[in-house]
Structures are given as C-alpha cells and as structure tokens.
C-alpha cells in the first residue's frame, strides 16, 4: 500500500505549471495522499508564456494532474492573509475529503521591487513580503494546525523555507528575513505540537530551475557567478524538493522533528 494512503494532504501556492508546490502536489498523490491544493487566484494575463501555449489552468490544472493518478483533488483559491478564507480551506478540506493529516506551507511573495538593498526597499514592497510569508502562513497554520489538532491522530507540517534566510545575501533583505522567521516559526511549531504526534519541520531550497529563477539559471553572466558556489555545479530541479517534502510527510520521517533540511546542491553547510 502507497506509504500515504488513506492521508489528506493540503499544498499552498501550487498552480504554477513549474513551481515547487505543484511538484509536491504531485510527489504527495504518487504516494497515495488526497491532495487540496491552494492558488491566489492569479490572472491568466500574468502567466508565463509556457504557461499560456499549453492553456494552463493553475489550480484547475493541477487537480486535473492530481485526479489522473487516481487521487482525490480539491483547488480552492485562498486569500492568505484572511483568517477567514484559511478557516474556510480547513473546513472544506475535512467536509470535502473527511480529515487533513498533512500541511505544506509552499505559498511565498513573488519577486519584485523588494529585491533591492534593504535601504532602498519600499515601505510598502516590505510590508507585503513579511505579510504574504509570515503572516500568511500564520493565519493557514493556525487553522489547518487546529484542524490536525482536532483528528487526533497526529500529522506533519512541513514549511518551504530557503536558504537565502540562513546567510547574509544582498538585495534579499525582505525575503530573507522571512525565511530566516520560517525556520523559528518551525521549531517553535515543532516542541508546541510534540505532544499532539505533529511532526514539524523545514525543507530550505536553494538555486532551484522554476519560473522565478530563470533570470539565474539562464546561460549568462549571473549563471556563471552563481555555479561556482554550488559544490554539484547545477542547479536543482523542483522535483527533487518535492521528493523531500514526500519523505517527510510519510512514514520514513516520523522521527524527524524540529528540523531544517537543505536541498540546495551543497551551497549551503552546517
């Protein structure tokens, strides 16, 4: 029997076509899980062009991925920083697929005018990265949380970190400040919800080949100041976080707790 069988897994951020979170989606329902995934409801003027060649429906699309290999899917649009939108996904994931075992917290503020040095970074660009990161996941954890809780048989929370908030990185400041909260946000998660069986940890990527990062991974001049620093010599691939993360929620990481896991090609040391 698939290791997670029978289990309810809900996935933040997952519609981009080449993102983190539809790769965890899809690694979570390989292993058996029925699989919510949540998206901002972006429009479809925004999508890549990748994305708009293969008439790519965000959310839609991945439930459509999800329910091909045989798994149960609900996408739900969720405004992150609503305490009642975050209470609405947890009571639709239990009346809709009957429990929720499984939170991943992948949903992350898009680069924008935030990526500058940190004297220089808008009020306002600030305020909506520590908003959509921290404050977001908060409000999603806080429900979901309650709602593992309350089945009483345990779960896993696993946050999307990165390690650009483990080290000084110029013009990350915002970000990485969140991040760096994301890794105290898990090991403070990890000793209050021990006694409730709910294993909590932290998976950090580094250089990985989405969307996002196509300005680095691009043949040129970035790509060739970054590779050096990466000990493998390459970037990672989405879905090898994804195989992480899929490790973690089933039953060889049941004695990982508190933990923050680097998937970054070595780039990274402790």
């Known amino acids: 029997m698939p290791d997670l069988e029978g289990k309810v897994a809900i996935v933040t951020g997952a519609g981009r076509y080449n993102g983190i979170g539809r790769h965890i989606a ?3 329902a390989r292993d058996g899980a029925d699989v919510v995934i949540t998206g901002s409801g972006r429009s479809p003027d925004t999508y890549p062009d990748e994305e708009k060649e293969m008439g790519w429906r ?4 991945v439930a459509g991925e999800i329910r091909e290999l045989g798994r149960r899917a609900l996408p739900l649009v969720t405004d992150m920083l609503s305490a009642g939108d975050a209470k609405r ?6 009346r809709e697929l009957g429990r929720v075992d499984i939170l991943v917290n992948n949903a992350a503020s898009s680069r924008g005018a935030d990526r500058a040095p940190i004297l220089q970074i808008p009020d306002d660009e600030w305020r909506r990265v520590i908003d959509i ?8 954890t806080k429900a979901v ?9 345990g779960g896993r929370i696993i946050n999307i970190g990165s390690i650009a908030g483990q080290e000084g990185m110029p013009t990350f400041g915002a970000y990485a400040v969140t991040k760096a909260g994301m890794i105290l946000f898990t090991q403070v998660l990890a000793v209050e919800l021990a006694t409730h069986k709910i294993n909590v940890n932290c998976v950090c990527p580094g250089l990985i080949g989405t969307h996002r990062m196509t300005d680095v991974t691009r043949p040129g001049p970035i790509r060739d100041a970054v590779m050096p620093t990466i000990p493998l010599g390459r970037e990672g691939a989405p ?3 994804a195989a992480v993360v899929a490790f973690l929620a089933g039953p060889g990481g049941a004695y990982i ?7 970054d090609g070595g780039r990274v040391m402790r």
């Open 58 to 61: 965000d959310i839609d699309s």
């Open 239 to 241: 879905e090898e976080v």
């Open 257 to 263: 707790h508190g933990q923050t896991i680097n998937v």
């Open 89 to 94: 996904l947890a009571d639709e994931t239990k």
């Open 133 to 140: 990161n921290l404050t977001g996941t908060f409000l999603i």
């Open 145 to 153: 949380g309650n709602a593992i809780v309350a089945g009483g048989e």
């Open 26 to 28: 899809l690694a979570l």
